[in-house]
């Protein structure tokens, strides 16, 4: 009889702790329909779990990655353009976490991409890496996280443009 009071009790205290939310993360306005043809991105995951907060985060972001951070590329990219360039980018990796000690208010991000560039007879490819972070507030509603990903996704296309532009420069002399 004790056994199955200690089963139940572990049962509950598991139950308690298991809260899993899952919040739409809408990035429709970072989406520019035919912002650069000539650069294509795929890859990533479809949803993204918030790292460090006492309950389970899911970001289900629409559209996706992808296309979200094809859309800002070229449209960051688009005063670097050359004549035949073409970009082609995979591998998206992305994480999100939050350091409850050093900054419960703020959300970072990792961002990465393998990029192979071609331009006039010349090719390159290289994996470019960047990490964000973007203000959520303490004690912020998971919409708050959902709402700063449109911002991190933003400052991390910059900062992977800022980098590809460095290799368009030397490869397109």
């Given at each position: ?27 429709g ?51 670097s ?93």
């Amino acid at each position: 009889m004790k056994r199955f009071g200690v089963i139940g009790a572990a049962l509950l205290l598991g139950a308690c702790g298991g809260q899993h939310v899952r919040e739409p993360a809408a990035l429709g306005d970072l989406v520019k329909s035919g912002a650069a043809p000539w650069l294509t991105v795929t890859g990533g995951a479809d949803k993204l779990d918030v790292r460090g907060l006492d309950h389970k985060l899911t970001l289900q972001p629409a559209p996706d990655l992808a296309t979200a951070i094809q859309s800002q590329l070229g449209t960051q990219l688009a005063s670097s353009y050359v004549h035949d360039l073409v970009v082609t980018c995979s591998g998206l990796t992305s994480s999100l976490r939050v350091d409850q000690d050093k900054s419960p208010g703020n959300v970072a991000m990792d961002l990465g991409l393998h990029c192979s560039l071609w331009v006039q007879g010349y090719e390159t490819a290289h994996d470019y890496k960047t990490q964000s972070s973007a203000s959520v507030g303490s004690g912020a509603g998971d919409q708050a996280y959902a709402q700063a990903l449109s911002k991190l996704l933003v400052d991390g296309a910059g900062d992977i443009a800022e980098q590809m532009r460095g290799d368009l420069r030397k490869i397109a002399r």
